[in-house]
Structure formats: C-alpha cells, structure tokens
C-alpha cells in the first residue's frame, strides 16, 4: 500500500512542477493555490510512504516520478525538445526507478 501512495505522491509532484509554470510566478491566483495544495498532497504523501519506505528510497522514486512526469508533459504541453538523449535520460531514471523497488523489501 505504502507504494501505491508513494506513486500518487510522485503523481501531485508532477502537478505542481507543472503547475508553477501556469501561476506565472505565482502571479494567477488559482493557478497559484492549485500548485500550493498539489505540494502539499505530494510531501504529505510522502511522508505516509516514508512510514514504512526506506528514505533513501522513497525520495529517489518520488524525485523520479515528478522528473519523468514533468519532463513528458513538457514536451507534450510546453514543445519542448523530445531528442534521443533526452529519452534515453528518462529511460536510465525509469531504470533507476525499477531498480530501486526491486531491491526494497517493503
């Protein structure tokens, strides 16, 4: 279970990663409390999922969800450049990502 809330943590991060860029430097007021409440799920979620997680872990996979969930909708929103490196990045972090909760008992 406490992956599964791990993952939804990871999931807010992207939110609110993304979300910074629509408040305009918190400039747009809904924009703006959306991304707030979205850091706050995420780190609350977080901290659930450390309950039982390693830290090391749990911050590792959280950190690479946000990254490879805002990288994505980066391209796909924003334009951003979709190039081999930079999806062969992301597949080094879903490797990474993988890695981890293989090697976690919890």
Same mark, same amino acid.
Request: a positive charge; aromatic letters at 10%; proline letters at 3%.
């Given at each position: 279970?406490? =992956?599964?809330? @791990?993952? !939804?943590?990871?999931?807010?991060? +992207?939110? =609110?990663?993304?979300? @910074? /860029?629509?408040?305009?430097? !918190?400039?747009?007021? %809904?924009?703006?409390?959306?991304?707030? @409440? $979205?850091? *706050?799920?995420? +780190?609350? @979620?977080?901290?659930?999922?450390? /309950?039982?997680?390693?830290?090391?872990?749990?911050?590792?996979? %959280?950190?690479?969800?946000? $990254?490879?969930?805002? &990288? &994505?909708?980066? *391209?796909?929103?924003?334009?951003?450049?979709?190039?081999?490196?930079?999806?062969?990045?992301?597949?080094?972090?879903?490797?990474? *990502? +993988?890695?981890? /909760?293989?090697?976690?008992?919890?």
């Amino acid at each position: 279970m406490n =992956w599964v809330v @791990l993952v !939804f943590a990871g999931l807010f991060e +992207i939110g =609110w990663a993304i979300g @910074l /860029k629509y408040t305009e430097g !918190f400039t747009r007021l %809904w924009p703006s409390v959306a991304t707030v @409440l $979205a850091m *706050i799920i995420s +780190i609350g @979620l977080l901290g659930l999922a450390m /309950k039982s997680l390693p830290v090391g872990t749990a911050y590792a996979i %959280w950190v690479g969800i946000g $990254a490879i969930g805002t &990288v &994505v909708l980066g *391209i796909v929103l924003f334009g951003e450049p979709a190039n081999t490196l930079r999806i062969a990045s992301l597949a080094l972090i879903v490797a990474g *990502i +993988i890695g981890l /909760k293989l090697g976690t008992a919890a």
